[in-house]
């Protein structure tokens, strides 16, 4: 009995220990396997993510290299009616050159072809739109030797044909040729060659593109200034704080001359102040605004300058108000189509006042203007006063129609 126990208990142990001993060899095949298929996901996960990664590249050098297809841009369709449509990228033909905008900007000009619908010389719908733009290169068509892929630069909205009655007598910006492109809100811009030839310049490195995008403006407002004709110690009074007018007045300011700002908006008291207008009138009365200015000048006599930048026929009258015998007044801002303004014969005549009326830029003014900006004097930061996406361009402009105090907005595709 005892010895049938003993082979009981022998028999059981051994069982037991085979158990424990097949079981421990189970686990260790487990973990070894288990470790060899971790191992192995790893490795092959890994492989997938460089394979991945390197298909990934590839595939987006390839889209860089052969260009996209499409691109987002703002069309105009007609009054108040911006729509943002996939159009065909464009390619470079001879002379011309493929610019990825970096920032355009809003501009009066805009406003009011957003609020008209067209621009009987600029822009007939439905069209690209918008032409205050800098940009990189990414394209350059056969023939063009002044600028490559990669190039940072301002191409300007406009250029002369340089062989008419006006361009021969350097009234450049009266050609009767006069070229404009349009379609700076989009992803990418074509620039005609004439404008590459004659008013595409290279930004310089330190310059911001939004800031080198105020080239077009600044260059109608350094011509409409120069063309006023200021002698050392003049008084310059501008009509308007909007963004010409603010340009003008940093301008003459930044050159010397005493401003005085008639502005009709409380932000815009202030940014002509930081631009370095001497004094301020607000007033939305012409004749208080007339009368204070002249309070500013010695013996009431007037301004020795008046420009005028609202583009009204009434701020018109009122700019030849507010200068001295001998002055000169800058019908600058242009006003709409059949507006007539009624003037005082005797005293335009017995007080021998000029009266000019500037109009867009010249090439040479445009180098002018970029040189001034990126001079570091300018204040460039000042005029941009908001960003926006292309998406929200119609947004942006119903905010401009309702004169909020912005100057400028960049929009960044
Ligand atoms: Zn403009
Ligand atoms: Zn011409």
């Known amino acids: 009995m005892a010895s049938r126990v003993k082979s009981v208990i022998k028999r059981g142990r051994a069982t037991v220990e085979t158990a424990l001993e097949h079981g421990r060899a189970t686990v260790e095949t487990a973990i070894v396997h288990g470790r060899a298929t971790v191992e192995t996901a790893i490795h092959h996960g890994r492989a997938t993510v460089e394979t991945a990664i390197v298909h990934g590249r590839a595939t987006v050098e390839t889209a860089l290299e052969h260009g996209r297809a499409t691109m987002k841009a703002a069309i105009l369709h007609g009054r108040e009616d911006i729509r943002i449509e996939s159009v065909p990228v ?65 191409a300007l909205n406009s250029a002369p044909c340089g062989h008419c009655y006006y361009c021969e007598r350097g009234q450049e910006n009266l050609c009767d040729d006069l070229l404009f492109n349009n379609g700076a809100y989009a992803e990418f811009i074509r620039i005609p060659a004439r404008i590459v030839a004659k008013n595409t310049l290279k930004v310089p490195e330190h310059v911001a593109l939004e800031h080198a995008a105020l080239t077009e403006p600044l260059a109608c407002a350094v011509h409409g200034f120069e063309d006023s004709h200021p002698r050392p110690g003049d008084t310059v009074a501008i009509i308007g704080g909007g963004p010409l007018g603010l340009m003008i007045l940093h301008v003459a300011a930044l050159a010397g001359y005493e401003v005085i700002a008639l502005v009709k908006h409380d932000g815009q008291v202030e940014a002509a102040r930081q631009l370095g207008a001497a004094h301020v009138v607000q007033t939305g009365s012409i004749r208080k605004a007339v009368h204070d200015t002249r309070a500013l000048t010695p013996n009431n006599r007037g301004v020795d300058i008046a420009i005028e930048a609202v583009g009204i026929p009434e701020a018109w009258q009122e700019a030849v108000e507010l200068v001295r015998k001998g002055g000169t007044v800058n019908f600058f801002g242009g006003c709409a189509t059949g507006t007539h303004v009624m003037l005082d014969t005797n005293r335009i005549h017995y007080s021998d006042i000029t009266l000019r009326a500037t109009f867009h830029h010249t090439p040479a003014i445009c180098r002018k203007a970029l040189d001034l900006i990126a001079g570091g004097r300018f204040q460039a930061g000042a005029f941009i006063t908001g960003h926006a996406h292309l998406y929200e361009l119609n947004r942006v402009f119903e905010k401009l129609m309702n004169r909020s105090s912005e100057i400028k907005t960049a929009i960044v595709p």
């Open 90 to 154: 464009p390619k470079a033909e001879a002379g011309e050159l493929i610019v990825q905008v970096g920032a355009a900007l809003t501009c009066g000009t805009d406003l009011k072809v957003f609020r008209r619908g067209y621009h009987a010389r600029m822009i007939v719908p439905p069209a690209l739109f918008g032409h205050e733009l800098a940009g990189t290169v990414v394209e350059a068509g056969a023939g063009v030797a002044d600028f490559a892929p990669g190039d940072r630069v301002v």
